[in-house]
């Protein structure tokens, strides 16, 4: 288990524009953005694999981008395009062992979240 810690969450109007970072403490395999929104459940945004592939939620495709920077052991979201139901709870999540945003099962580690919320 790594810690994680979360920044950068923010109010915005929609079309606006918003980065959240994650920093661990040591290099992991998997990291990845989850979210949830009141009386939702919680649903996969975008998932990085160390040296690899990132994959996005269908939901975010062309509007959100996850890149890691490995010497900080950080994984940053950059979020554009921001619509109202992009409004929740971001949590950071790292895995030693799967990498998915089909589901949050497995993951290892979890951020204390930070919050989007998006008016229109």
């Known amino acids: 288990e790594v810690q994680l810690v979360e920044s950068g969450g923010g109010s915005v109007q929609a079309g606006g524009s918003l980065t959240l970072s994650c920093t661990t403490t040591s290099s992991v395999y998997c990291m990845a953005w989850f979210r949830q929104a009141p009386g939702k459940e919680r649903e996969g945004v975008a998932s990085?694999?160390?040296?690899?592939?990132?994959s996005y939620a269908d939901s975010v495709k062309g509007r959100f981008s996850a890149s890691r920077d490995y010497p900080k052991y950080t994984l940053h979201l950059q979020m554009d395009n921001l619509k109202p139901e992009d409004t929740a709870m971001y949590y950071c999540?790292?895995?030693?062992?799967?990498?998915?945003?089909?589901?949050?099962?497995?993951?290892?580690?979890w951020g204390q979240g930070t919050q989007v919320s998006v008016s229109s």
């Open positions: 990085s694999v160390l040296g690899g592939r990132v």
């Open positions: 999540a790292a895995s030693i062992s799967r990498c998915t945003v089909q589901s949050g099962d497995g993951y290892d580690s």
